[in-house]
């Protein structure tokens, strides 16, 4: 066996011909790492396990407790090395260049890490779920930070990240809750998807190269403005959803492509500018219009209408183009008019509209997506013939809704399939 663990005294023992330890199968048990001098390629220091030349962290015990202090020489915190471990403090040597991946992953009692002036890299998820860590001061050195790599770090509150930093990993800062203010450094080129994500910023500061905010990116941010660099040129899905805060926004002149529901449920936004009129996006009657009018995007959740005429032209309601959230913060919409020519309805696309009743669907539309019409107030509603799809839970909580169409039509079928009432026509 590589490795042999005393469960009684907590004492696990590497023996001279060990020669690959998996980090994560020491988790919960050991108080200490002993290892046969003999041994080529481990040794131990205090109970912790390193590499034979001293230059990888390969294992602390995970009943470690206080402080612990990395030996100067130490170039790699090897993957899991301090997995669940139980210090508070760990200062990490100036010649330390390499954090990997789940290096420090759910130390539940971590409030400090020194991690030296030397670091180059931070792997994914390496300090993920540390809850109580509080600061961290990143060197000048650090050029990447891996994906979710300080995610639900819920206490961390003060970060400045070095100029010199070229990647951001996916959901690195993801429910960092009580991180406030950020500014992302000229290097970066990309925010990756749920970088922030429910990180309740309430001031972002974007580089002048920035090219493109991934899905979810700023999703729940508690700012209420955001200036988009005149680089970028895309915005993810839900980039900007739930920031009920964000009050205005102007698209700049470079932007080629914005997904669908990027800004879902943005409470307080009320206007979006352009700054281009020649380009794939529009301003129609206060919404915003992409695919060279081919596809609506957003209509503003407060807008006080209770009637709306989609453009002609329009091909597709974007998912979430419309939706709320029931309850008093909820759309005013009671008559949506859809025109001629209409392909598809997305998802989300009028979700807890509650007080939606009255819509036409033209012969034209093939396609209505997953809970498109969730929580709205119509009654009746006419199936085109054509319809080639409705995904499932279209009408979720459209309690008094029934279906009409043609006998022996997909319509009759689903309305069948899905328990909701049908009357041919």
């Not at 790492?33 to 912790?48: Q, R, T």
């Not at 309430?202 to 190269?209: A, D, E, R, T």
Request: charged fraction near 25%; glycine fraction near 8%.
């Amino acid at each position: 066996m590589p490795i042999e663990i005393d469960k009684k005294t907590g004492v696990a023992f590497v023996g001279e011909d060990a020669d690959s330890i998996d980090p994560k199968s020491t988790d919960w048990l050991v108080k200490r790492v002993d290892v046969d001098p003999k041994n080529a390629v481990y040794c131990s220091i205090d109970g912790v396990l390193y590499s034979k030349d001293l230059k990888t962290l390969v294992r602390v015990p995970c009943y470690y407790e206080g402080e612990l202090s990395i030996p100067s020489g130490v170039v790699t915190i090897g993957k899991s090395a301090c997995r669940k471990c139980a210090f508070e403090k760990i200062v990490l040597p100036d010649s330390a260049v390499k954090i990997d991946a789940d290096a420090f992953y759910m130390c539940l009692k971590l409030k400090e890490a020194d991690i030296g002036v030397g670091i180059k890299s931070i792997g994914n998820n390496a300090f993920a779920h540390c809850q109580k860590l509080k600061t961290l001061v990143f060197p000048e050195t650090l050029k990447t930070i891996g994906s979710n790599a300080f995610a639900e770090c819920e206490s961390l509150k003060s970060v400045q990240l070095p100029r010199g930093l070229t990647k951001i990993g996916a959901g690195a800062f993801s429910r960092c809750f009580s991180i406030d203010s950020i500014t992302i450094p000229d290097g970066i080129a990309s925010i990756e998807s749920k970088t922030f994500e429910w990180s309740c910023l309430k001031s972002i500061q974007l580089p002048p190269n920035l090219r493109s905010i991934g899905k979810s990116a700023f999703e729940n941010g508690r700012f209420a403005a955001i200036d988009l660099p005149k680089s970028l040129k895309s915005i993810g899905n839900n980039a900007f959803a739930y920031c009920e805060t964000l009050r205005s926004l102007v698209l700049p002149r470079g932007i080629e492509s914005i997904d669908e529901g990027a800004f879902y449920y943005c409470k307080s936004l009320t206007k979006i500018e352009l700054t281009r009129d020649d380009g794939p996006f529009s301003i129609r009657d206060g919404c915003l219009l992409g695919d060279n009018g081919e596809t609506f995007l957003w209509f503003p959740m407060k807008d006080p209408r209770r009637r709306h005429v989609v453009p002609d032209g329009v091909k597709k309601i974007g998912a979430q183009a419309f939706g709320a959230i029931q309850g008093r913060n909820a759309s005013n919409l009671e008559e949506v008019v859809l025109p001629d020519g209409l392909e598809s309805i997305g998802r989300e696309a009028f979700t807890d509209c509650y007080r939606l009743e009255d819509v036409v669907l033209p012969e034209s539309v093939k396609f209505i997506g997953e809970h498109a019409f969730r929580g709205c107030a119509i009654k009746e509603l006419v199936i085109p013939d054509g319809i080639e799809k409705i995904c499932r839970w279209a009408f979720n909580y459209c309690y008094d809704l029934a279906l009409r169409g043609s006998k022996d039509s997909y319509a009759e079928e689903y309305a069948a399939k899905n328990k909701i009432p049908f009357k041919p026509l």
